[in-house]
């Protein structure tokens, strides 16, 4: 069992940016190097979509390719958080971002959602044209 807990969402004007935060507390045998921790945004009316990933273990990501070179991942293990630095945000960018995370891997796990079995409550990120 592991609680997801995000934070930094809001408004910013498209050009602007933000930056995200989940805070994993451990309720698992599972070490924090063994998680996969990943974002994905939710629009309504719309399908899930990965956005980014990272694994814990060795710092390797992934991004959708509509966020490439402007989103960046990053991990700080020692506060098992992970960071989700968003820049030159587009209104498309808006959305319900939803850290999750799945423990005990060894490697990158792709941004599928059922790959993923913990779940945060979601920040909401306003992107005004």
């Known amino acids: 069992k592991v609680e997801l807990a995000e934070s930094g969402g809001g408004s910013v004007q498209a050009g602007g940016s933000l930056r995200l935060s989940c805070v994993a507390e451990e309720r698992t045998y599972s070490a924090y190097t063994s998680y996969s921790v990943a974002w994905f945004r939710q629009v309504p009316g719309k399908e899930r979509e990965g956005v980014a990933a990272?694994?814990?273990?060795?710092?390797?990501?992934i991004y959708a390719e509509s966020v490439k070179g402007r989103f960046t991942l990053s991990a700080d293990s020692a506060k098992k958080t992970v960071y989700l630095q968003m820049n030159a945000l587009k209104p498309e960018d808006a959305g319900e971002y939803v850290c999750a995370a799945v423990a005990g891997a060894y490697s990158l796990v792709p941004l599928i959602t059922g790959a993923y079995n913990y779940w945060g409550q979601g920040a909401q990120v306003t992107v005004s044209s």
């Open positions: 990272i694994y814990i273990g060795d710092g390797r990501t």
